[in-house]
């Protein structure tokens, strides 16, 4: 059950996002619930590999180059979401800082 709440928020915080930016584009909640499948399984196996392989990087910018993956997993569940989309790197930037505030505030009150 608290999987399906935990989808369910992150849809909705995707939804949010992309009426609040002008760059990123859902076309329905089911592509909003895709996506946040997609970005859920990208973060689980893909991302932690990222971040270990571009370890020396991210130590030189001082974690900055984690907003960096962050945008290459957003771009990546873009072209893989029918549905889903973002205009460019800067708009999924803005994405995934905007999604995290959205997707914080919505789990505190799940």
Do not use: C, E, Q
Request: no cysteine; hydrophobic share 70%.
């Amino acid at each position: 059950m608290g999987i399906l709440i935990n989808w369910t928020v992150s849809a909705l915080a995707i939804l949010t996002a992309s009426y609040l930016l002008p760059g990123v584009h859902v076309a329905s909640f089911v592509a909003a619930l895709a996506a946040a499948v997609v970005l859920g399984i990208i973060n689980a196996i893909i991302k932690p590999v990222l971040l270990i392989l571009t370890l020396p990087i991210n130590i030189l910018t001082l974690g900055l180059f984690t907003f960096v993956i962050n945008v290459l997993v957003i771009l990546l569940a873009a072209n893989l979401v029918p549905g889903f989309s973002v205009d460019s790197f800067w708009w999924a930037l803005i994405f995934s800082i905007v999604l995290s505030i959205i997707n914080s505030f919505l789990h505190r009150f799940s």
